[in-house]
């Protein structure tokens, strides 16, 4: 596996990352305990040392990680978020300084742990002012609690504003070939100041990977039975972007995952994505980008037959939104 640094942060992590959110959260039901653990170990064991979690993903998802790493813990980087109200991100927005610190501490815990790599604020709370999020998280930083600040979703004033008072050595945003909304203000703001860029969803919610169509069905409690882009009108239309793809991938030869995270990794060499999976094979393939190497050619012609297809549906509802990008 292929390392990069953050940013100017001096963290270093693998080219690719795990997102084990879905492993018991947004997703449908959650994985087997021992399943994921294998899953997450065997990740480890090929050279990923980036693990993402939350406390908004439920107390089991903290602690699968943690007791899934606990053997190598020094050698991988932990990377969880505070933010919301009771730790639910449907009862609101909480970032106050005794809300984080209550955070850290239970996350140590649930971590097994003494550290969090990279402590993130989950959304920006308007509430807070972003100067005494960052103070505080700073101060956890002093105590040797966390080890780096960063912010999901944040926009460029924030980030900032963040950054001046602690600074920030990772932004994470869902970036991928369908949504490229952080190239026009937040990804030049972050070479700018020096901070790497952590794409969540690198694969569309599993879109781009092809294994997903127009009659797909969803578990009830799966975040994409309410997203308006995989409503089934625009999953059908957003099928010519899988298909421009496939005749990329076919060409390498790679598989349409590996070409959609292969591109982020060429946008720029402070990207490290975190594609979420609870299957080995997709692991497997999702690491394997590493090895697809694009040429400026090949990226020409992405970009050619990406601008060909427009993508149908709003990746979020209105409310979900109005929490981003503030």
Known sequence: ????????????VSAIGLGCMGMTFGYGPAADTDEAIKLIRAAAERGVTLFDTAEAYGAANEELVGKALAPVRDQ???????????????????????????????????????????????????????????????????????????????????????HVVQPVS??????SLWWREPERSVMPALEELGIGFVPFSPLGKGFLTGAINEDTKFEGNDIRNVL???????????????ALLGEIADAKPATRAQIAIAWLLAQK??????????????????IGAVQVELTPEDLQLIEAAVAEVQIQGA???EQQQQSINR
């Open 76 to 162: 991988v980087v932990l990377a969880t978020k505070f933010g919301f109200k009771d730790g639910s991100s449907a009862v609101g927005l909480d970032s106050r300084p005794e809300r984080i610190r209550h955070v850290a501490e239970q996350s140590l815990k649930r971590l097994r742990t003494d550290r969090i790599d990279l402590f993130y604020q989950h959304r920006v709370d308007p509430d807070v002012p972003i100067e005494d999020v960052a103070g505080a998280v700073g101060d956890l930083i002093r105590e040797g609690k966390v080890g780096h600040f960063g912010m999901c979703e944040a926009g460029v004033e924030i980030i900032r504003r963040a």
């Open 269 to 286: 060499p402070w990207i490290a994505p975190i594609p979420g999976t609870t299957k080995l094979h997709r692991l497997e393939e999702n």
């Open 228 to 242: 308006p882009r995989f409503q089934a009108v625009a999953r059908q239309a957003n099928l010519a972007l899988i």
């Open 170 to 175: 990772a932004v994470q945003s869902e970036y």
């Open 1 to 12: 596996m292929k390392t990069r640094k953050l940013g100017s942060s001096g963290l270093e």
């Open 315 to 317: 990746r979020y509802t």
